[in-house]
């Protein structure tokens, strides 16, 4: 029985940008990880926005994990400016808390590639007693700069609670910490990660007239993510000197952007080292992003240094390396800001318009619109790793799509023999894109009375023994009637 | 299935009330098993063949409906089977055994039209074999109507 239905389109956009300084010259880098705006980028439709947060509030936990801690030494820079947001990516504003304001300075490159991407920028000291994240129940800022690695206690209503909460509904975060951490940076950055925090000493890595502890390291143990650190290798090593810190590997949520080479271990400088370090090598996270399931993203610096400009300007040589490079990493690390939209539609085969209900053993078709944001413009993701799940307690169906190369992703499946409330999922998680989780509902229903094929072949030996009784009944009767 | 158990338990009721009528217990102490069982068998056809005939086409009927039901019986098995191998249950056909047990129904009715009608069984001997035959037609009609009214 075919019935027509209401069209119902459901449109879901989520979006992370990832945003990396590009220029190489004058880029700082940064660990963003706020929403960040680019500055050129189109408007979204705000419903579709609304949408997907709608979709992602349910996944509201976040388990945020991570820290930091880590000295090291030799100079390299190193971005990462990773934003998300699930709003219009332009027109975002940011707090940027310092412990001084001379950071706006001696940042100011880092600062300037955020603005040149649109981002407003708002400064404050972070005992500013005027301090607060929201107003009426509304947030002020998109995203939070934490540059204030020695910050006891925040000024005004802010406080560790508040800078979570702020993370919870969403909200990004760059965490930028030191030797210096306070206690207070340090247990935001434990409430996203593993509570250890040590300082560490790199040694042999780093080539640096001024720097005796080895504490400058040149990192290049990048993520391997084209997402998160754009699709051009990222040529010179990033320079950092800070803290490190380890990571729960129970979180899957964390991942380390930048950690410390093997022969790095974290350690006091100036003291003597009687025993082992308790972090050694690639364990030790130097940069680590959190993305939380609700789309928040985190990025944990243990170096303020990095950001800064003069960090971005150094020239770096790695030691037992003959190569010298004129510019540290930070160049390299420009991405862009990508940006998902999703538009889902499903309807039975041969069928275009969307049913309100399907009944089982139905085929039906499904296809799903996934855009990234570029930076610039909506361009259609391309993979072949998309799956679509028919899921009612468990996957009934799952099944990859193919997609037309212009982002349309669709297949087509028979709905399983069982009816009850399905959902149409799509889960996709990429490392540095923004989880995309669509669900829609649809219940399935069981067969209309009348929808039963009358007459079924496996049941045809029953019908002829009906008939042959009948028959064989008749015949009994006239025998025994007339046989005398 | 309690149809069947009461069609087969009439069944040997009947079978062996004839064979105690009307064998004569030939058989002979010490002979062999084999020479037994065809000293069995040939005093067994010997006394069916003097059961009357209209007795003999009822047994006749009653084994036709048997292994109609048996036949259908295989069938539900067989479906069973291609669904425990992954093939599509139909739920239509859960009804079927309930059918099975209707189609052996018949063969209970005639097993009681030859009880009313064997002329040894005094039970009912005041009871004409017209009557227990009209008995028998109205049952099945009303059966085979109900049998017809679940095809489909």
Redo the contacts between chains.
Sequence with gaps: MRKSWKTDSLDISGDWKRAFPSAASSQSPGLSVSPLKSPSSPPRPRSSDLALRAAMARLRTLPLALLFLLLLGVPALFSVALGFSADSPTDRRLLVLVDDLAIRSSHSIYFRSLESRGYELHFRLADDPKLALQRYGQYLYDGLLLFSPSTKKFGGSVDLAAVLDFVDSGHDLILAADASASDLIRDIATECGDPAALVIDHIGHAISQSDVDHTLIAGDEFIKSDVILGPEKIKAPVLFRGVGHSLNPTNSMVLKVLCASPSAYSANPKTKLSNPPSLTGSAISLVSVVQARNNARIVISGSLDLFSDKFFKSDVQKSKSSTKHEKSGNEQFATEISKWAVNVRHHKVGETVEPAMYRIKDDLEYAVEIYEWSGTSWKSYIADDVQVQFYMMSPYVLKTMSNDQKGLYSTSFKVPDAYGVFQFKVEYQRLGYTTLSLSKQIPVRPFRHNEYERFIPAAYPYYGASFSTMIGFFIFTIVYLYNK | MFYLVAEIRALIAIIGADLCCKSDHSGRMGKSTTSDAQALIRSLCAAYSATP??LK??D??VI??VF??V??VH?LFF?VY?YLHGN?W?I??QL?PL??AF?CR?AVL?VCLRIQVNKENKEFKDRPPERA?ADF?LC?MVL?LV??NF??
Excluded: P
Aim: aromatic content about 12%; hydrophobic content about 50%.
């Design positions: 005939t209209n086409i009822i006749l009927y036709f409906a109609t039901a036949v259908q069938v479906n291609r599509s139909d239509s056909l079927f059918r099975s189609l018949t005639a035959f037609v099945n085979h049998i017809t095809l489909g």
